[in-house]
């Protein structure tokens, strides 16, 4: 399985980006992955995974995170994140063209596909949200945020610690100390790229009827991160669309954690549904 990677411009910021396909191709995934973190770090799961069943995979490094370019934890802003999401999916229908498309997206990237989905006209065909970030599973400290929201008019690029506990990742300790010393793993934040993310979240939530593409909604009950009552709130305001699958005590990131086998399973059954 070889990743082709390629470098592109979007808002004057060079983007790291690649894909890998199968030698047969019945689909195509966009990928987003999570705050903090880069697309390198599902090639050792999620994409084989798809790649098994059929999908050619394209992925990406959001900006100021992993491979791409920008201060580490900052982006332009919101719309900017969407943007960029437009632009690598009309790239993927360019490369695999007449096929069925999806999106992949986890935590951060949750947050953004359903996004994109319920702002943009798309004919995307289905998508997978993993622990989707729609609500915090922890309170900020109160001098945090009222800091933070400040700035975020007078000095929206300066960024603080994220201050999410890698702990809460996986019930491996392996993966996280994997997580821990990943060199492309960052845990900075800018107000830019905190407050427009939580309230997309929350507008989400409340704007979850108007959904008109099959969704898989994908969160363990164990997630000190990423409230997954915020994905039950998602399901419940879009019941006809969504498909909700809860991991009893599973962590963030599901596809590290110990249910990582029938979580996967889950996904490539519900894919195979769609086509």
């Not at 770090?41 to 050619?56: C, E, Q, S, T």
């Not at 993927?92 to 096929?99: C, G, H, I, P, Q």
């Not at 400040?150 to 491996?172: C, E, H, K, Q, V």
Request: charged share 20%; aromatic share 10%.
């Amino acid at each position: 399985m070889e990743l082709r990677n390629s470098t592109m411009e979007s808002n004057g910021i060079p983007i790291h980006a690649g894909f890998v396909a199968p030698r047969t191709v019945k689909g195509v995934v966009v990928l987003v992955h999570g705050f903090g973190e880069h697309s390198g770090r599902y090639m050792d799961n999620v994409i084989p995974a798809l790649v098994k069943i059929g999908f050619a995979v394209v992925t990406y490094d959001n900006f100021g995170h992993g491979r791409s370019g920008g201060k580490r934890g900052h982006c332009p802003n919101y719309m900017a994140l969407l943007e960029l999401l437009e632009v690598i999916i009309n790239k993927a229908k360019s490369k695999f063209e007449n096929l069925p498309l999806f999106l992949y997206g986890h935590s951060m990237g949750g947050n953004l596909v359903l996004n994109y989905a319920l702002r943009k006209k798309s004919d995307v065909k289905g998508i997978i949200a993993s622990s989707p970030y729609l609500r915090l599973g922890f309170q900020p400290p109160k001098w945090k945020m009222v800091l933070g929201k400040a700035m975020l008019y007078f000095w929206p690029s300066i960024t603080m610690p994220a201050g999410l506990d890698p702990n809460g990742i996986s019930r491996i300790p392996e993966e996280v100390t994997r997580y821990k010393t990943d060199p492309l793993v960052h845990d900075k934040v800018s107000p830019m790229y905190s407050f427009p993310v939580m309230d997309a979240g929350e507008w989400a939530i409340n704007n979850a009827a108007d959904l008109n593409v099959d969704t898989l909604l994908i969160h363990g009950t164990g997630d000190a991160i990423i409230d997954y009552r915020g994905t039950e709130e998602f399901h419940r305001n879009s019941p006809d669309r969504t498909t909700l699958q809860l991991f009893d005590g599973g962590y963030h990131e599901l596809h590290h954690d110990l249910c990582r086998k029938e979580v996967l399973n889950c996904i490539q059954s519900w894919l195979r549904q769609q086509l």
